[in-house]
């Protein structure tokens, strides 16, 4: 297992922002790309955003368009969520995951290996 780290939640108001880091810990590690999913209490991990390094491609579920932006360093493999905007239902926790799927496979969890122990993020209004 290669261990992914995040950092960067924390408890925010209703309108602030929050940027999410995560990075491969203690390994060379080379992957096509790095993503974030995230996890509401009762409900299923769902798609976040994603980065594929080789076409520097990034994508997003339609939920968080234009609130939250996608970066990363490949070299570092590290990956970096810009949450704006926030409202209590971006309350999760938030998970970073690595070697992404083909894209037709983003949004599915299981077709991932490589899951980060996740940050909580809580925004209170």
């Known amino acids: 297992q290669v261990p992914l780290v995040e950092s960067g939640g924390g408890l925010v108001q209703a309108g602030g922002s929050l940027r999410l880091s995560c990075a491969v810990s203690g390994r060379t590690f080379s992957s096509y790309g790095m993503g974030w999913f995230r996890q509401a209490p009762g409900k299923e991990r769902e798609f976040v955003a994603a980065i594929r390094w080789c076409v520097g491609s990034t994508y997003y579920a339609d939920s968080v368009k234009v609130r939250f932006t996608i970066s990363g360093d490949r070299p570092m493999n590290a990956v970096y969520l810009q949450m704006n905007h926030l409202k209590p239902v971006h309350t999760a926790v938030y998970y970073c995951?690595?070697?992404?799927?083909?894209?037709?496979?983003?949004?599915?969890?299981?077709?991932?290996?490589?899951w980060g122990p996740g940050t909580q993020v809580a925004v209170v209004s």
């Open positions: 995951t690595a070697d992404l799927p083909a894209t037709s496979n983003l949004a599915f969890p299981a077709a991932y290996d490589l």
